[in-house]
């Protein structure tokens, strides 16, 4: 057959890759804890599905999610972990989650073993997700068996400042500004490894540094109670976002930005990184290290951001493991286009159940394969720079960023 040879020497070359991409180390380098009761779940169970579709309809997570591309894909990788038999789409769900309480009931270490299949040795937790249904960063490191660090919410600590001043004096600017530095100061010291902002949910990205006087304003006119609750005061979600980039920019701490796709209370538009520019180029926090989530369908736009401007990586994560292999491979191919691979990182922002972090880190080394294999077989890179590429993507941009205790 025409073509036979080469396609062999291709499939061939994709496979080795994929086998010494699998030896490599992988730090998740944003995603959330599981909930307490992670291991109770069944066929049809809203939370287990709702791990793959940013929708909250029950008419979507009952009808669309199993319908999905990179759902089916999940379950069939799933099953094939498990050793569970090939069946049909309709009875793969059942057949998964029957052979997974099966394990979970045999003592078997279930976490452990999924998380040493995907080779994760770190873990960076959003705490701001899940609330008291969620796994503590301790208890989710003693059941994981390894590394687990925090990341806070600068809007959580806001909403906390409200709620403890409720019933006092209106703060000022000056006194609100210095003690949320010092709740700040207080997470650092505690251990945090970085803080993460959701202004895109609250006011979009687009965030013009506030003057005193408008804080000022903002705070007496505030229903601190209300705020304590949601903060989505525009004035002051973008005070506390320039508050935390100055203070992470003098502390080398990177800040995280939810960018692109979310939950459906997200107004798309404003969640687009090119928005961040004022924040990028102030001399004030323009050594604040940021990092760009998701950012699906806005890869191009991060991937450029990062290419010219020193202080800014990516992820693509919640879209890889959600949109499938296929997808995650034009992503991080585009991705590559133009951000430096020392600036891409994997991560999964997995959440509710240990198999969506295990789903994304495994497809980001499948794809990361067949994109660098594409690249080193049309000459555009050499095959010795495999690992240290992957490596780097997978685990040695995110130790290093984070100042992370871990060999990679």
């Known amino acids: 057959m025409v073509g036979s040879p080469r396609r062999s020497r291709e499939q061939q070359a994709a496979e080795e890759a994929a086998q010494r991409i699998a030896a490599l180390p992988a730090i998740d380098q944003h995603c959330h ?17 709702r ?10 997570l009952h009808d669309d999610v199993p319908a999905s591309i990179g759902y089916r894909e999940f379950l069939r990788a799933l099953a094939a972990f498990q050793g569970v038999a090939a069946e049909p789409p309709t009875r793969l769900e059942a057949a998964v989650l029957d052979r997974r309480a099966t394990e979970l009931r045999s003592g078997d270490d279930y976490l452990g073993r999924l998380f040493d299949d995907a080779r994760i040795v770190g873990l960076l937790v959003d705490t701001g997700y899940g609330g008291p249904h969620a796994l503590s960063v301790a208890a989710f490191a003693r059941a994981a068996r390894r590394q687990v660090h925090a990341i806070v919410r600068i809007e959580s600590v806001a909403q906390e400042l409200l709620a403890a001043t409720a019933s006092a004096h ?69 005070h506390v976002v320039w508050s935390a980039a100055r203070l992470a ?67 693509l994560s919640l879209a890889i493991p959600l949109l499938g292999g296929a997808a995650a491979e034009r992503m991080i191919a585009e991705a590559l286009a133009m951000c430096p691979a020392t600036k891409l990182l994997a991560a999964s922002d997995g959440h509710s159940y240990p198999e969506m972090h295990w789903r994304g880190m495994r497809l980001w080394r499948e794809a990361l394969a067949t994109v660098l294999t594409t690249e080193i077989s049309a000459d555009r890179m050499d095959d010795a720079e495999l690992e240290p590429v992957a490596g780097a993507i997978l685990a040695g941009n995110a130790a290093r960023l984070y100042r992370l205790p871990l060999r990679v």
């Open 33 to 49: 804890a599981p909930l307490i009761d992670w291991q109770s779940t069944g066929p049809g169970d809203p939370d287990w599905r």
């Open 51 to 60: 791990c793959f579709s940013e929708g909250r309809h029950p008419a979507s």
């Open 170 to 238: 209106p703060l000022g600017a000056v006194a609100f500004g210095d003690q949320l530095a010092e709740r700040f100061e207080t997470a650092l010291a505690a251990g945090i490894v970085g803080f993460k902002s959701i202004a895109a949910y609250r006011v979009g990205l687009e965030l013009p540094a506030p003057s005193a006087r408008a804080v000022a304003g903002a705070l007496r006119r505030l229903d601190r109670a209300s705020q304590a609750e949601r903060l989505d005061d525009p004035v002051l979600i973008a």
């Open 249 to 315: 920019a003098a502390r080398s701490v990177p800040l995280q930005f939810h960018t692109g796709f979310g939950d459906d209370d997200l107004h798309l538009p404003r969640a687009d990184p090119t928005l961040l520019r004022a924040l990028l180029r102030d001399p004030d926090t323009e050594a604040c290290p940021v990092v760009l989530l998701h950012s699906y369908p806005f890869v191009a736009q991060a991937a450029y951001l990062a290419s010219i401007y020193p202080q800014v990586h990516l992820d």
